[in-house]
């Protein structure tokens, strides 16, 4: 079977680590072209250095998604280095601190929507009017099982991921006649970082969310990845508009 991301270029954000690093690696091992970006940069480099034996065509680049100009940067760079975008991982995303609503510090939830929400659109606004002028693209951008439901202590994270799923659901209606589409990947609890600094901060929390789940544990970077390449390829060619759950079952209760 021909490979799915054969001569296509491929851009990820938030690729450092997590689910990111892990769709970078599952489009490289698909045939991909990557364009990289991350706030660490470190992080970032380490991802390059492991992914450039199955991918010869590969540009990165530190950028903050909080930032359009950074972001333009990337797409131009990136496009410049490896060629015009086919697909388009708006992935980067933070969890902030787990606190009740009437508690949340301000601060805190503005950074969380910064980078979740206006980070997201951040990308759009970059790859759009490329994808737009060659009448064909595809989005996914990283949303949340918490962008379907209430999640008790995460009100920022809740409300960013809801607002993730209401900016794919529009932005699929602006731009499926011209042959872009635009999904959401709603994963459950999946093993990153994120897991582990929420994990740490609440004792118990990740054997809780192995029980409350039916399938009896947490998702893995992989099972994410998989979904997203899928989502990203031109094997979902009527799917737009859709926030897709891997989360092994827990919305289904
Ligand atoms: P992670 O913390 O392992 O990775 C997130 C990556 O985003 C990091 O490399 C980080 O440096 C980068 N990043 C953070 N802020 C950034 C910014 N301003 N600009 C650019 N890059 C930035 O987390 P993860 O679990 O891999 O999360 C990836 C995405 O998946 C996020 O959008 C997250 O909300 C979503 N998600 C995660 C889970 C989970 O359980 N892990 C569940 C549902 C959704």
Redesign the pocket.
């Known amino acids: 079977m021909k490979p799915m991301f054969e001569g296509k270029t491929v851009l990820v ?8 690093r892990a769709i970078a690696r599952a489009a490289a091992s698909e045939g991909a072209s990557l364009v990289l ?4 940069p470190q ?1 970032l480099a380490r991802t390059a250095d492991a992914l450039r034996s199955s991918c010869k065509n590969l540009y990165f680049a530190a ?4 930032q359009q100009s950074e972001l333009d940067a990337l797409v131009q760079d990136g496009e410049k280095a490896v060629g015009p975008l086919n697909t388009v991982y708006a ?5 902030g601190s787990p606190c009740d609503v009437w508690r949340y510090d301000e601060n805190e939830f503005r950074t969380v929507l910064e ?2 929400v206006l ?1 997201a659109w951040h990308t759009l606004k970059a790859v759009l009017p490329g994808m737009i002028e060659r009448k064909s693209g595809t989005i996914v951008a ?1 949303a ?3 962008g379907l439901i209430g999640a008790a202590g995460l009100s920022a994270y809740c409300v960013s ?1 809801h607002g993730v799923v209401g900016l794919v659901r529009t932005t699929a209606l602006e731009v499926a006649a011209l042959g872009i589409r635009i999904n959401a990947l709603c ?4 093993d ?4 582990d600094k929420v994990a740490t901060e609440i004792p118990g929390l990740r054997e809780a969310l192995m029980t409350m789940n039916p399938s009896g544990r947490v998702g893995t ?1 992989d099972e994410v990845a998989n979904a997203a390449v899928w989502l990203g390829s031109d094997k979902s060619t009527f799917v737009t508009g859709h926030p897709l759950v891997i989360d092994g079952g827990f919305l289904a209760q």
């Open positions: 954000t938030g690729a450092a680590t997590g689910i990111g970006g991350d706030i660490d992080g950028c903050d998604v909080r992935n980067a995303g933070i969890l980078v979740n980070g990283t949340s099982a918490g991921k994963p459950g609890m999946t990153t970082a994120m897991l970077v």
